[in-house]
Nanobody
Framework: LVQLVESGGGSVQPGGSLRLSCVAS????????MGWFRQAPGKEREGVGS????????FYADSVKGRFTVSQDNAKNTLYLQMNNLKPEDTGMYYC???????????????????????WGQGTQVTVSS
């Protein structure tokens, strides 16, 4: 059973930082896509950042480039999202996801929620407000 469990969300002032974690279990693949998505109230789910596991490529939405960093610790089966210089528009529920299909290309791992056949975590709330 594939399980993804997020943690690390919270409330922070604009300009602050948070680090989200996602512990994965229930599978063992060498090459697949893993990433972070978010959804604000009344809006569709959007991709934030992702990684081609086994290919060492990362991808980011334009809105977070230079501020967010996706990384992984294979020994701990954990995916991270370091978020710096947070803005109010970053507020939302953040979800970890894994698409375990073998990627056709590295670009297949770009965090497009409409193209991933994803397993999802339960989400962790991030609120950026003064």
């Amino acid at each position: 059973l594939v399980q993804l469990v997020e943690s690390g969300g919270g409330s922070v002032q604009p300009g602050g930082s948070l680090r989200l974690s996602c512990v994965a279990s229930g599978y063992s693949y060498k090459r697949y896509c893993m990433g972070w998505f978010r959804q604000a109230p009344g809006k569709e789910r959007e991709g934030v950042g992702s990684i081609y596991v086994g290919g060492d490529r990362t991808f980011y939405a334009d809105s977070v480039k230079g501020r967010f960093t996706v990384s992984q610790d294979n020994a701990k089966n954990t995916l991270y999202l370091q978020m710096n210089n947070l803005k109010p528009e970053d507020t939302g529920m953040y979800y970890c996801a894994a698409d375990l299909r073998l990627p056709e290309t590295a670009a297949s791992c770009f965090p497009n929620p409409g193209k991933w056949n994803a397993y999802w975590g339960q989400g962790t709330q991030v609120t950026v407000s003064s």
